[in-house]
């Protein structure tokens, strides 16, 4: 094989090959010094005022990941083209945040003209989001670009449900890569944030692995034929601190969704996990983060494919 060959078998392999194009910690060094602070500050400034925006935008990342990868595709509005991520069951009525991050990306535009990609930013954010909320800092790689199309049809079966059991549950993470850790480990984020009460009521109300004080205090804000749309904290303790007592509530039967109080329900060494958090705040934080990172790298367009979006809500050649 000539040395042109090789260059040029090279090169297709960089445009062709997904796996070839890393994500890098400084991706934006030169081309967009300012955005980690844009982003910290903007984050910094809405959690004072309103910090379930946190447990939002975390929701946001891990609904747009699961769904074929981090590439911002939950933030497209529907179209004449195709009907976006948002519209659909479960993000529908349970998705929020987008406002909060067409802020950034307007600052982050004045700063850096169509250089830094929507998913970029919603990674980032959800990081903040964790750090400003008590939790755990941890460096992110960077240079995902953003989809082209939203995937209506790819929701359904992506992202799990909180009726799942344990296998489902384990089968849906491995399905993206994860496994039973991360599975453990990631819906620790449940320690901040709410759930409405259509989510949980079946658990409440049928499940027989409830505490019967914390399920009677819950019927009272959620009565079983109303209040479908009420939010109540998913970590009752601390509902906006990120921190370890949502495995403690695991432990108690204390845990709002069936999927949460499956993973302490069955002896196996998923339960060993969440005892560890539950005594270990230090073993979460560093395996949370490290999840996180896994989670947050999961399919990223890089390279040539996608695009920079200049508005996170609709791709470039819609205008
Ligand atoms: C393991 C499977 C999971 C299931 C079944 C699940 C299910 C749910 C449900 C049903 C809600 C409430 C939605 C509503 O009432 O509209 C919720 C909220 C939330 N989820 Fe999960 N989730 C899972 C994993 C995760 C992961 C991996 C993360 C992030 C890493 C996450 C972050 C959140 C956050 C922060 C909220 C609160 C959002 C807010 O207050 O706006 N979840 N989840």
Do not use: W
């Amino acid at each position: 094989m000539t040395i042109v060959t090789c260059i040029f078998l090279a090169t297709l392999g960089l445009i062709f090959n997904p796996s070839s194009a890393q994500l890098s910690l400084d991706f934006y060094e030169n081309s967009c010094t300012p955005l980690p602070d844009i982003v910290h500050d903007i984050m910094r400034a809405t959690l004072n005022r309103n910090p379930r925006m946190g447990a939002s935008i975390l929701q946001l990342f891990f609904h747009d990941c699961f769904v074929n990868g981090c590439d911002a595709s939950i933030l497209l509005d529907d179209t004449d083209f195709f009907i976006g991520e948002k519209s659909t069951p479960p993000n529908k009525d349970s998705a929020r945040g987008f406002e909060l991050i067409d802020t950034i990306k307007s600052e982050v535009e004045r700063f850096c003209p169509e250089t830094v990609s929507c998913a970029d930013i919603l990674a980032l954010a959800a990081r903040e989001a964790v750090a400003l909320l008590g939790g755990p800092f941890f460096e992110i790689g960077l240079g995902r670009r953003d989809s082209l199309v939203a995937s209506f049809n790819s929701v359904a079966g992506q992202i799990p449900s909180p009726s799942f059991n344990l296998p489902q549950l384990i089968a849906s993470f491995e399905a993206k890569g994860l496994d039973y850790r991360d599975l453990v480990i990631l819906s620790g984020a449940h320690t901040i944030g709410r759930a409405r009460c259509l989510r949980f009521r079946n658990h409440i109300y049928n499940d027989t692995n409830v505490d019967p004080d914390f399920a009677d205090s819950v019927k009272v804000l959620c009565p079983i034929n109303d209040n479908d749309d009420e939010n109540l904290p998913l970590d009752f303790q601390t509902a906006d601190l990120f921190d370890n007592l949502y495995y403690v509530n695991l432990i108690n039967r204390r845990a709002l969704l069936h999927s949460d109080q499956e993973l302490y329900n069955y002896g196996t060494p998923v339960d060993r996990l969440v005892e560890l958090y539950a005594s270990d705040m230090d073993a979460f934080f560093g395996d949370f983060a490290d999840s996180m990172v896994r989670m947050s790298s999961m399919n990223p367009l890089t390279g040539f494919r996608g695009e920079i979006r200049r508005d996170c809500r609709r791709v470039n050649f819609l205008g």
